[in-house]
């Protein structure tokens, strides 16, 4: 894959996602300390780096077809952990990092890297075809796999995960672009969504909390 250059417009994008990052990090926070309970003891002997959501009430279905057309949910992946992404294969900057980190992740992890699954789900389905997709994320990791799904089927999903997608215009219709919410999720073994992991984390950091809740 080709190295993604950052141009004035995309500086700016770049610095847009950024900022919406850490606003929904801090009601990410707020949400999920809110969403916790006396009887969730999942994360009371657990220190993780990224936020820890055990306990919220969102991000429990993810119901999206994958690039061949075949509907996928969240349990078709039980037993493994799951880390979603949301983004777009035109981002600039953001997007490859996050996958690029991911990919080092899964180097880090080894043979626990088996029990992890990565998933980019297009905010951008009207460019993001099935051909772009697939070569997009094999370049990162050929165990990465990718969720397309119309703009309605995409809506119920934004909902659901409480993301934040602005498109904004371009110079041409075709050339817009997309501010969307910077961070990635993961999601238990048993289908339970458990920590929101910031943009710019470290791959060591991000390996050392999945390790924790591969145990």
């Given at each position: 894959m080709s190295a993604c250059v950052v141009s004035p417009a995309g500086r700016s994008s770049r610095l847009r996602v950024r900022a919406l990052g850490a606003a929904v990090a801090a009601s990410v926070m707020l949400t999920g300390l809110t969403s916790l309970t006396g009887?969730?003891?999942?994360?009371?002997?657990?220190?993780?780096?990224?936020?820890?959501?055990?306990?919220?009430?969102?991000?429990?279905?993810?119901?999206?077809?994958?690039?061949?057309?075949?509907?996928?949910?969240?349990?078709?992946?039980?037993?493994?952990?799951?880390?979603?992404?949301?983004?777009?294969?035109?981002?600039?900057?953001?997007?490859?990092?996050?996958?690029?980190t991911m990919a080092e992740v899964m180097k880090l992890l080894g043979d626990d890297a088996r029990r992890v699954q990565v998933i980019?789900?297009?905010?951008?389905?009207?460019?993001?075809?099935?051909?772009?997709?697939?070569?997009?994320?094999?370049a990162f990791d050929p165990r990465f796999i990718a969720l397309r799904g119309d703009a309605t089927q995409f809506e119920a999903v934004r909902k659901e995960f409480r993301l934040i997608v602005q498109r904004n215009k371009g110079a041409s219709p075709n050339s817009y672009t997309i501010d969307h919410t910077a961070a990635s999720y993961v999601i238990d073994q048993q289908g339970r969504l458990r920590l929101y992991i910031r943009h710019e984390t470290p791959a060591t950091d991000i390996a050392a909390d999945l390790r924790q809740l591969l145990q």
């Open positions: 009887c969730d003891r999942l994360s009371s002997a657990r220190s993780f780096k990224s936020i820890d959501l055990t306990g919220a009430d969102y991000g429990r279905r993810l119901d999206l077809p994958d690039i061949e057309g075949r509907p996928r949910t969240l349990e078709d992946f039980r037993g493994k952990l799951v880390v979603v992404f949301f983004g777009y294969t035109q981002c600039p900057d953001v997007c490859p990092t996050t996958l690029a980019f789900v297009t905010a951008d389905p009207e460019r993001d075809t099935a051909e772009v997709l697939r070569g997009y994320v094999s």
